[in-house]
């Protein structure tokens, strides 16, 4: 066994040091999730635009709030999001940066008074660190239930708007959506990057070579596993490092749990690279394959929330899913490593299956 370990990790030695020498291939690997980075920072601190991103959670059952539903889904400047359907739904989504704000109409919310006028309060919910978004809704709602107050009674007391944060502990949109951006280029450099990589050298007849030495296919799928683990790291400190110089991340979890974290969820996304390219015979066979396997994890970054509660839970155990999750609940809630037993224990699985189905299928030429 000693002499085994030993292997990997000079193997993994060998591999880093010709990778590092290959510099243009060091360059892009090291570009690719900084770009990406910043493209999606910049569209997450957009300042706002035409109109405003709501969602409208309506507890009243009586007929002017229901008008009032209908009169503010016909306001230009409003985009309502008619599939959300809870207050927890609508803040974790304007949590990710999905709506500006929230509009709540208690369940007393249109009851007539003893004169006949529908009175009530329509809560509006900002971001503690976009309070300007909270205050320019207010003054559209408040500007709309002034006309209507006006017409029902002449004056403009018993339709009013209330301002409430939503408390996020002073947490931006970007602080939501960093967990996503590490996630996707995770997924990107662990199945694309490699899975090519097994392929080309097995054109060129170098592992036809090593194949004549007493080294084994599990000492080589571990070592390059090592290898990929020390750039996937560098890859993740310098988009962290960017973060926070360039958007200022607010980063409230504790950094070991982060840093063992996504050495968990590197190895695992890079398992599935390793799978790909040690069983394809060539990058025609390798590059449809990734892209087979790694689409339907993408696609869970975009349609998730649209999708019905049954494919939602299968989704839920993809393994980008409690790799995004886990990360976002370290960084944004705090939690420790010890929190997060489920999505430790889906990875977990999914870890020694890629990496089983690696070494098992591995084909030298």
Same mark, same amino acid.
């Given at each position: 066994?000693?002499?085994?370990?030993?292997?990997?990790?000079?193997?993994?030695?060998?591999?880093?040091?010709?990778?590092?020498?290959?510099?243009?291939?060091?360059?892009?690997?090291?570009?690719?999730?900084?770009?990406?980075?910043?493209?999606?920072?910049?569209?997450?601190?957009?300042?706002?635009?035409?109109?405003?991103?709501?969602?409208?959670?309506?507890?009243?059952?009586?007929?002017?709030?229901?008008?009032?539903?209908?009169?503010?889904?016909?306001?230009?400047?409003?985009?309502?999001?008619?599939?959300?359907?809870?207050?927890?739904?609508?803040?974790?989504?304007?949590?990710?940066?999905?709506?500006?704000?929230?509009?709540?109409?208690?369940?007393?919310?249109?009851?007539?008074?003893?004169?006949?006028?529908?009175?009530?309060?329509?809560?509006?919910?900002?971001?503690?660190?976009?309070?300007?978004?909270?205050?320019?809704?207010?003054?559209?709602?408040?500007?709309?239930?002034?006309?209507?107050?006006?017409?029902?009674?002449?004056?403009?007391?018993?339709?009013?708007?209330?301002?409430?944060?939503?408390?996020?502990?002073?947490?931006?949109?970007?602080?939501?959506?960093?967990?996503?951006?590490?996630?996707?280029?995770?997924?990107? @450099?662990? /199945?694309? %990057?490699? +899975?090519?990589?097994?392929?080309?050298?097995?054109?060129?007849?170098? =592992?036809?070579? !090593?194949?004549?030495?007493?080294?084994?296919?599990?000492?080589?799928?571990?070592?390059?596993?090592?290898?990929?683990?020390?750039?996937?790291?560098?890859?993740?400190?310098?988009?962290?490092?960017?973060?926070?110089?360039?958007?200022?991340?607010?980063?409230?979890?504790?950094?070991?749990?982060?840093?063992?974290?996504?050495?968990?969820?590197?190895?695992?996304?890079?398992?599935?690279? @390793?799978? /790909?390219? %040690?069983? +394809?015979?060539?990058?025609?066979?390798?590059?449809?394959?990734?892209? =087979?396997?790694? !689409?339907?994890?993408?696609?869970?970054?975009?349609?998730?929330?649209?999708?019905?509660?049954?494919?939602?839970?299968?989704?839920?155990?993809?393994?980008?899913?409690?790799?995004?999750?886990?990360?976002?609940?370290?960084?944004?809630?705090?939690?420790?490593?010890?929190?997060?037993?489920?999505?430790?224990?889906?990875?977990?699985?999914?870890?020694?299956?890629?990496?089983?189905?690696?070494?098992?299928?591995?084909?030298?030429?």
């Amino acid at each position: 066994m000693k002499r085994y370990i030993y292997t990997v990790l000079v193997l993994c030695r060998t591999l880093s040091i010709r990778f590092v020498r290959d510099k243009v291939a060091l360059f892009f690997t090291m570009l690719f999730p900084l770009l990406f980075l910043l493209v999606f920072g910049a569209l997450n601190q957009r300042a706002g635009g035409a109109h405003f991103d709501v969602a409208i959670i309506n507890h009243s059952d009586t007929a002017f709030a229901k008008q009032f539903v209908a009169s503010t889904k016909n306001n230009k400047v409003l985009k309502v999001y008619n599939n959300i359907t809870s207050i927890d739904q609508a803040k974790e989504r304007m949590g990710r940066g999905d709506l500006d704000s929230i509009l709540e109409l208690p369940k007393e919310f249109g009851q007539t008074n003893d004169t006949g006028v529908p009175t009530g309060q329509v809560v509006v919910y900002y971001e503690e660190s976009n309070p300007q978004t909270g205050q320019t809704l207010a003054g559209i709602i408040k500007q709309s239930l002034e006309s209507t107050n006006y017409k029902l009674t002449g004056n403009v007391d018993p339709l009013t708007v209330q301002q409430k944060s939503t408390k996020t502990a002073h947490l931006t949109s970007f602080d939501y959506v960093f967990a996503s951006v590490l996630g996707f280029t995770t997924v990107s @450099l662990g /199945i694309f %990057g490699m +899975a090519n990589g097994f392929p080309v050298e097995k054109r060129t007849g170098r =592992l036809r070579r !090593l194949r004549a030495t007493p080294l084994k296919a599990s000492q080589l799928v571990l070592a390059t596993a090592l290898e990929y683990l020390l750039i996937g790291l560098a890859s993740t400190t310098l988009m962290f490092v960017v973060a926070r110089l360039v958007f200022h991340f607010n980063m409230r979890g504790d950094y070991l749990s982060f840093i063992v974290f996504m050495i968990f969820g590197i190895l695992l996304m890079f398992g599935f690279g @390793l799978a /790909i390219g %040690g069983w +394809a015979k060539n990058e025609n066979q390798s590059a449809p394959l990734a892209n =087979l396997v790694a !689409l339907p994890m993408m696609g869970v970054f975009f349609l998730r929330f649209l999708m019905p509660d049954w494919l939602d839970k299968i989704t839920g155990y993809l393994p980008v899913v409690p790799l995004v999750n886990g990360v976002r609940a370290i960084t944004t809630e705090g939690k420790t490593l010890f929190q997060l037993g489920s999505e430790l224990l889906i990875m977990g699985v999914w870890t020694i299956v890629i990496y089983v189905i690696a070494i098992k299928f591995f084909r030298w030429e």
